[in-house]
């Protein structure tokens, strides 16, 4: 049985591989900082995120497998991706803020980081039943910073295969930053061979 999202002591960042190098050398921006990026996301989505200025966030979720990165994984099966990971406690420690389910469902400013988490149905989310519209829309909170989360605040990266662990350590090397983990979690990602 998978652990209840409450438990985690990660947040996760889903980003297509071709992306990585900017996030290694520049830090994981904000969409409305980032100039050159293969874009994934729902543009009525983006337009509605206006409205609380979410596009000066950096968005992360409570796990992965979330309905959207499953929804970009199918809608993109030939991309290789990544999920980019930090703990909750960094987040907690630097002021990051919660929306407690789905941004388009939830209408609201961004809660403080105590009153996010204790808003969010951590019940309804451990069910990941995505045939329930409500569980589906609370399985989609975002832990979110103002700003560019730097790679020095990365716990690790995890991967699909071994082909693409292999590319992202070239790639930290590269850089000469070897002090993110690279993990292979084939599991974390939808199997569409």
């Known amino acids: 049985m998978a652990q209840n999202p409450k438990d985690g002591k990660l947040l996760y960042h889903l980003t297509a591989l071709k992306n990585l190098e900017s996030i290694i050398s520049q830090g994981l921006q904000p969409r409305k900082q980032i100039k050159n990026f293969f874009n994934v996301a729902d ?7 206006e409205k609380y200025d979410l ?6 979720h409570f796990f992965s497998k979330s309905p959207f990165s499953g929804v970009v994984q199918l809608t993109y099966p030939d991309e290789e991706f990544v999920y980019i990971a930090i703990t909750r406690d960094l987040a907690k420690s630097n002021k990051f803020k919660v929306i407690p389910s789905h941004p ?5 400013d961004p809660l403080e980081w105590e009153v996010g988490i204790k808003s969010i149905d951590w019940d309804l989310m451990a069910e990941r039943n995505y045939n329930n519209a409500r ?8 832990a979110i910073f ?20 292999k590319k ?18 084939s599991g974390m990602f939808i199997n569409n061979d």
């Open 43 to 49: 543009k009525e989505i983006l337009k509605d995120r």
């Open 55 to 60: 596009s000066l966030y950096t968005p992360f």
């Open 104 to 108: 388009l469902s939830y209408q609201s």
């Open 135 to 142: 569980c589906k829309e609370v399985c989609m909170a975002e």
């Open 146 to 165: 103002y700003g560019t989360v730097p790679k020095e605040c990365f716990n690790s990266i995890y991967v699909k295969s071994e082909n693409t662990e």
């Open 168 to 185: 992202v350590n070239q790639l930290l090397n590269k850089y000469n930053y070897q002090k993110i983990h690279v993990n292979l979690q």
